[in-house]
């Protein structure tokens, strides 16, 4: 059965320094996402990108975040200067069609920040 | 703005015992409502979905129901097993959006 994957599956990072997250969505999908977590709390909507550009994001995706599908199968959240409260589990997602369909979720990368 | 609300936030059950858990949306013009699954460790696995258009869903042990006039869904899981032990989400999508609203998670705990 095709999934998403994510790597890396933990990374720990200085506070300042930028991280790439990486995520390879399931192959014949058309819209990607970014979800985040930070422990015990509830899983958030961060950033929906489409056809090459982002089609909605959150408060919280805020200047320090950027999206790209760099080629046919990858897709990054990079966060350019971490901040403390940027600890959390990554999510990404996609689904075939967008809207009322389901959206497939990767196993997540946890990111800590110290 | 878009807000999701769910209920309880932990439930321990006898296994066989049937689990409900509730959740209640703001935005009226929300039309779809998944569950997922989240085991430790691992992603969000979608279990079961409804749609505005439709009051309950039924999938062998799991069913959901769907009150648009109250905006509010639940979650029925019956003869349960330790299996089915896990943090479940609720999550609603907005009118004209992709994104998800979840709810805040319940913890199930079933004994065996």
């Known amino acids: 059965e095709p999934e998403v994957t994510q790597t890396p599956s933990h990374q720990v990072t200085q506070m300042g320094q930028e991280v790439i997250l990486r995520c390879v969505p399931i192959?014949?999908?058309?819209?990607f996402y970014w979800y985040r977590q930070i422990l015990g709390q509830k899983v958030e909507f961060l950033v929906s990108?489409?056809?090459?550009?982002?089609?909605?994001k959150s408060e919280i995706f805020d200047d320090q975040f950027s999206v790209e599908r760099p080629d046919g199968s990858n897709f990054t959240l990079k966060i350019r200067s971490t901040k403390l409260e940027d600890s959390a589990m990554y999510f990404c997602a996609s689904d075939v069609a967008g809207g009322r369909n389901e959206q497939f979720f990767g196993p997540g990368t946890r990111l800590t920040v110290l | 703005g878009e807000n999701v609300e769910q209920h309880p936030s932990t439930l321990s059950v006898q296994e066989g015992d049937s689990a409900v858990i509730k959740c209640t949306y703001s935005?009226?013009?929300?039309?779809?409502f998944p569950w997922y699954k989240q085991e430790l460790g691992k992603g969000p696995q979608l279990i079961i979905d409804i749609r505005s258009n439709v009051g309950e869903k039924k999938d062998q042990r799991i069913a959901v129901t769907l009150n648009k006039t109250a905006k509010h869904f639940s979650l029925h899981i019956t003869e349960t097993q330790p299996e089915d032990s896990a943090v479940y989400f609720c999550a609603a999508a907005p009118y004209n959006t992709d994104k998800l609203i979840f709810g805040t998670g319940t913890r199930l705990q079933v004994f065996p």
């Open positions: 935005d009226s013009a929300s039309n779809y």
């Open positions: 192959s014949n999908h058309l819209y």
């Open positions: 990108f489409y056809n090459n550009e982002i089609s909605e």
